[in-house]
């Protein structure tokens, strides 16, 4: 049963286009444990009207993008479809749920024109545009719909893993994971990737994960893949192998500039040719109109003639 959320605060819009916006409140929060452990900072929920048309929104803030991916996984109905919007977005007959940024959007009997997602977006506070984890692009492939969940601490662990325990997961060394279901139901394997910051913690942990009873490990450089309770080992290992770190190197590029282009160098060596030459001539014109004005001045210039000592011919 969902429990009442934190503290109201103005986040959605008083207006979208035609639509009015009505009293609001704090939006329920379907797991108050998991969720506040997501980060979960702020909720609204509110009813928009226009003329005798109306629907329901719900708006949460989390501290990062983690946190409104991770609702989102669990949040969206299990038979939603993805849908192209800004950011993350499922929708079924009922509900439209989308991630964007920090924030988590869930739409009752109304899916939003583009537009009118993009105002409400760009009129909330605090709005984050922090990415968004990559974990799931290593879960083996064709997962049981809507069984992705995201795992950040102890609490979401107990929730949707609960074989593994804190300890072995180890969440001082920053660890976060995806997990997802696969197979039927009634035989399905939970196989969940753990990352660390670093390869040796993964090395570290690997002995914690492997001591899991009736599980199957397996370490891929920062990532440790867990099969929990497999249907049979043959599945297990299947499944295990799709799961491959590959590092991203990322070389720097050479921008091209000015000082690249060869024609460039020339007009520029020209150019200061130029300034020479002027420096040159306006010197000349400096000196020639001192020498001028001492002579006026009574200056006799006999200091400045040339002294020939007449030495050829002499032994």
């Not at 797991?31 to 928009?48: A, N, P």
């Not at 299990?78 to 924030?103: C, Q, R, W």
């Not at 180890?170 to 995806?178: D, L, R, S, T, W």
């Not at 000349?284 to 109109?289: A, E, I, S």
């Amino acid at each position: 049963m969902a429990l009442p959320a934190l503290a109201i605060a103005a986040m959605l819009p008083d207006t979208i286009g035609d639509w009015k916006k009505g009293p609001a409140t704090p939006a329920a929060v379907p797991d108050q444990k998991v969720w506040h452990e997501y980060g979960l900072q702020d909720s609204e929920t509110t009813e928009y009207t226009a003329g005798a048309r109306k629907f329901g929104v719900s708006a949460y803030r989390f501290a990062d993008g983690t946190g409104a991916y991770a609702a989102f996984e669990a949040a969206k109905p299990a038979d939603a479809n993805p849908i192209s919007v800004t950011g993350l977005g499922a929708a079924d007959a009922k509900e439209e749920v989308v991630a964007v940024g920090n924030y988590l959007f869930i739409f009752n009997a109304y899916q939003p024109k583009p537009e009118e997602l993009n105002h409400i977006v760009g009129t909330v506070p605090e709005y984050d545009q922090s990415p968004w984890p990559d974990l799931a692009k290593y879960l083996p492939a064709d997962p049981i719909p809507d069984s992705q969940r995201y795992i950040t601490g102890p609490d979401s662990l107990a929730k949707f893993a609960p074989s593994i325990s804190p300890s072995t997961a180890a969440f001082h060394f920053n660890a976060e994971a995806e997990l997802a279901k696969y197979g039927k139901p009634g035989k399905e394997t939970t196989v969940a990737v753990f990352s660390y910051p670093t390869m040796e913690m993964a090395r570290d942990r690997l002995a914690h994960f492997q001591a899991i009873p009736k599980a199957m490990v397996k370490r891929t450089g920062p990532l440790i893949a867990v099969a929990l309770d497999p249907v049979n080992a043959d599945e297990a290992e299947r499944l295990l192998s799709q799961v491959k770190f590959q590092a991203q190197i990322t070389v720097p590029e050479h921008v091209p500039t000015l000082k690249d282009n060869p024609a460039n160098l020339f007009l520029n060596i020209f150019i200061l040719c130029l300034v020479l030459a002027g420096f040159c001539v306006l010197s000349g014109l400096v000196v020639g109109g001192i020498r001028i004005l001492f002579r006026r001045a009574g200056a006799s210039g006999d200091g400045d003639s040339m002294i020939s000592l007449h030495l050829s011919g002499r032994p």
